[in-house]
């Protein structure tokens, strides 16, 4: 706003919402105007449970998942199998896939992908305690989850090469036509896959 | 989420931050997860700024405006011109209106607009505080700024009709058409409506 309408406390709270993703500045003041009309439906309990969030939440010193225990609930679940890793570049990809709930398995989370050029080697991703999970025994295959982008597959040669002298399998996930997708709309590349990859009908 | 994958204060942090204007149950995934990884330069703040919020924001007890104090900084503000309100629904308008810093004068914040249908009536408005405002003396003249809409018009000429007796000239905002708009984009009313309001070149 061009000049003082209100005390720098309502500025403040526009200005970090605005920083919230899905938010930009226009509304983070609707957000911040909502908040403040809404004092006990949603402003209270909103901040209480970021303060609990705050206080309590932690990445899990197993996998890199972030919870409010530790080990996060996954981990600690005595109905997943073990014998299964997915390997995932973030906490978000994990959300995803077990929103599908295709598989009832453990993960690890690396932190993010090989980028030389930004300064993020092996030793910035959670690679070394992948390793050790796997040599520790109990693992029969790992599933390279990690994004089919150029860095997303350069960290799958190298994880695979990390793993090789283990007695693991390692996977990675199948690229095709999504389900629903049309043909028209997908590049020459997923075609290809697609193609390669057929199977019996 | 299908099944427990994190424990309950992440669930009701995303549950909560779904409710927020502009965000919806997927992009609040996304922002207690960015929220989550930026502890100290987001979530910490932000937690701050809307406990404080909560707990200063107050409604203005002269013109129904929100602010850490009441009077709010507005009414405060001594440089402005006393002697012309701008009524407005919603205190978003009055934000709105000094984005444009068109005036520099003082508002009324109605709160809403007389909508029968609902259970609106002119005692569930700031009506009353508006009428004793302006016959406490110092008005002279009132700017109906409400909505364009068949309510908001209601709530103006019921307005009106309130203020009539009392020594003050009651005005409201142009019709026309707005500022880069193109005519062939714009409904007969605001059409007619520019028409009749033409001025000279």
């Not at 720098?8 to 526009?14: D, G, K």
């Not at 609990?52 to 890199?64: D, M, N, Q, Y």
Request: charged share 25%.
């Amino acid at each position: 706003m061009s000049k003082r309408i209100a005390g720098p406390e309502i500025e403040r709270l526009i200005q970090l919402l605005a920083k919230v993703p899905g938010l930009g500045p226009r509304s983070a003041r609707r957000a911040a105007l909502h908040l403040i009309k809404k004092k006990e439906q949603l402003l209270g309990p909103l901040t209480e449970a970021m303060g609990e969030a705050l206080e309590k939440v932690r990445v899990c010193s197993t996998c890199g998942n972030v919870d409010t225990s530790d080990p996060c609930t996954i981990c600690n679940d005595p109905r997943r199998d073990p014998s299964t890793l997915i390997v995932v570049e973030d906490v978000s990809d994990l959300w995803a896939l077990e929103r599908a709930s295709a598989m009832n398995v453990r993960y690890h989370v690396l932190g993010g992908t090989l980028s030389p050029l930004d300064g993020i080697g092996p030793d910035q991703l959670n690679i070394r305690s992948l390793v050790d999970r796997v040599a520790a025994g109990g693992v029969k295959e790992v599933i390279l989850a990690v994004n089919a982008t150029v860095e997303g597959q350069t960290t799958a040669h190298y994880l695979t090469d990390q793993l090789s002298g283990l007695d693991v399998k390692v996977t990675r996930l199948a690229h095709g036509v999504p389900v629903g997708g049309e043909l028209d709309y997908l590049d020459e590349g997923t075609l290809t896959a697609a193609l390669k990859s057929r199977t019996a009908f």
